[in-house]
């Protein structure tokens, strides 16, 4: 089982977190929501939960609970700008679809 950070994605949540003045690292999830079934969370934490797994990569800390590590498990997280939008990008290989808006997703 494997999280990892492009080094755009690494640089900016780095950047964020020492912005913020604190903070262990980022919690990725998943969430029921949108048209295609799942929705990715993105939130910072300050302490990890005891059922929590937790990778390090480029120096950061992604935390993930054992529900949403069956959907996320191989995924790379991204950080891109596209013309006038930035934002961060999930290159999850266990995605089947996701709607048009690109909200949602199911595996």
Do not use: Q, W
């Amino acid at each position: 089982m494997s999280i990892t950070l492009s080094d755009s994605a690494a640089t900016r949540v780095n950047a964020f977190l020492h912005n913020r003045g604190k903070g262990f690292g980022l919690r990725l999830g998943v969430r029921t929501s949108g048209c295609s079934g799942m929705a990715y969370v993105l939130e910072f934490v300050d302490a990890p939960e005891p059922e929590d797994t937790v990778f390090a990569d480029k120096g950061v800390k992604v935390v993930i609970d054992p529900k949403s590590l069956i959907y996320l498990d191989g995924t790379e997280l991204d950080f891109v700008k596209e013309g006038l939008n930035e934002g961060f990008k999930f290159n999850n290989p266990n995605m089947k679809d996701e709607c048009g808006c690109g909200e949602s997703f199911n595996v």
